[in-house]
């Protein structure tokens, strides 16, 4: 994974899932604790009654938790996603967006749990909001952490 902010923007906005949903990361905090994704409505992504496909989503959401806490942690750690789910609130047309965002002090904690030879499963939520700040759907995130050589 890049190092650099910019080259990560790069590096996922040509990941071809994401080109093809229209998915578009515009914003990564120059310490990776923050990252901003939006989507577009477009023929790409849209659904048979005219609104974003659920899996774009879903989708724009799936993997950025887990790149934080990878970014953050350091190679000494095993990050992954064990599980999702995701609430569909309200239509979303336009664009849509979520923020990233894991604080310094939950990453303290997840470190300090993991030294200490905890398996840890964390879970964070995002919102996908639309051009109004309304929220179109909640995706919940279950992700796994421990350190490396810790069985």
């Given at each position: 994974?890049?190092?650099?902010?910019?080259r990560?923007?790069?590096?996922i906005?040509?990941?071809?899932?994401f080109?093809?949903?229209?998915?578009?990361?515009v914003?990564v905090?120059?310490d990776?604790r923050?990252i901003?994704?939006?989507?577009?409505?477009?023929?790409?992504?849209?659904n048979?009654?005219?609104?974003?496909?659920?899996?774009?989503?879903?989708?724009?959401?799936d993997p950025?938790?887990?790149?934080i806490l990878?970014?953050?942690?350091?190679?000494?750690?095993?990050?992954?996603d064990?599980?999702?789910?995701?609430?569909?609130?309200r239509?979303?047309?336009?664009?849509?967006?979520a923020?990233?965002?894991?604080?310094q002090?939950?990453?303290?904690?997840?470190r300090?749990r993991?030294?200490?030879?905890e398996?840890?499963?964390p879970?964070?939520?995002?919102?996908?909001?639309?051009?109004?700040?309304?929220?179109?759907?909640?995706v919940?995130?279950?992700?796994y952490?421990?350190?490396?050589?810790?069985?």
């Open positions: 994974m890049p190092r650099n902010p910019a990560l923007i790069k590096f906005n040509f990941y071809p899932p080109l093809g949903m229209n998915i578009r990361v914003f905090a120059p990776f923050t901003r994704v939006e989507s577009k409505l477009t023929w790409r992504n849209l048979a009654v005219g609104t974003h496909f659920g899996g774009t989503l879903y989708a724009m959401c950025f938790f887990m790149l990878m970014q953050a942690l350091g190679e000494g750690y095993i990050v992954w064990k599980a999702a789910t995701i609430r569909f609130l239509p979303g047309r336009g664009k849509v967006s923020t990233f965002h894991i604080p002090e939950t990453i303290d904690d997840l300090a993991a030294d200490a030879g398996k840890i499963e879970t964070f939520v995002v919102d996908v909001v639309d051009e109004k700040g309304d929220t179109v759907a909640r919940e995130k279950l992700l952490v421990r350190k490396k050589n810790s069985q």
